[in-house]
């Protein structure tokens, strides 16, 4: 099984208020579909962000791969 770090949008406000939760998802499960284990928020209308590092890194040791948003995210922190 193929495991990916990527986000899970929560928020459905049409007015451009966007929220997202990072999430590990099995490879071929949709955005919203099932996940695995949530690991933290993003929120791209106030830039603020916050991601569990202990379980971020227990999951990349075991071989999930990070989306390029998360990646990027990962940085910032």
Same mark, same amino acid.
């Given at each position: 099984m193929a495991v990916h770090v990527r986000l899970r949008r929560i928020g459905?406000?049409?007015k451009g208020r966007p929220h997202f939760r990072i999430t590990v998802f099995d490879q071929r499960t949709g955005?919203? &579909?099932r996940l695995i284990e949530e690991i933290g928020f993003y929120c791209p209308v106030t830039g603020e962000s916050k991601i569990?590092? $202990?379980?971020? $890194?227990?999951?990349?040791?075991? &071989?999930?791969?990070l989306s390029a948003t998360v990646k990027s995210l990962t940085?910032?922190?």
């Amino acid at each position: 099984m193929a495991v990916h770090v990527r986000l899970r949008r929560i928020g459905k406000n049409p007015k451009g208020r966007p929220h997202f939760r990072i999430t590990v998802f099995d490879q071929r499960t949709g955005r919203d &579909g099932r996940l695995i284990e949530e690991i933290g928020f993003y929120c791209p209308v106030t830039g603020e962000s916050k991601i569990k590092r $202990e379980r971020l $890194e227990y999951w990349v040791k075991n &071989g999930a791969q990070l989306s390029a948003t998360v990646k990027s995210l990962t940085k910032k922190i």
